[in-house]
């Protein structure tokens, strides 16, 4: 069983108020697993609520050049407090 003391290290655990008030983060990669697959998985593990949004190249392409993208490359977890986490091993410890 996963308890909240195994929650990936997670600073917030899913039943407290904390997650609740922070709202849902958003994942934004390609539509296959690659780099992202791993954050999704862990997400899920974890208990903790994702949006997943899946790019097509050209959408890529546009955010990258509205510089929406850290490194201007994805995996990218949008927080719901605003702040933007590039690269999954960033993604992963958070």
Known sequence: EI???HRLHCKMDPTSKE???AGVAELK????PGKGQSIRLAFALGGLPLKDTRLSQANFEQLRDSGELPFGQLPVL???EGDRVAQTGAILRL
Do not use: P
């Open 19 to 21: 997650l609740s008030e």
């Open 29 to 32: 990669y390609f539509d296959f």
């Open 78 to 80: 949008h927080l719901a």
């Open 3 to 5: 308890t909240a003391t």
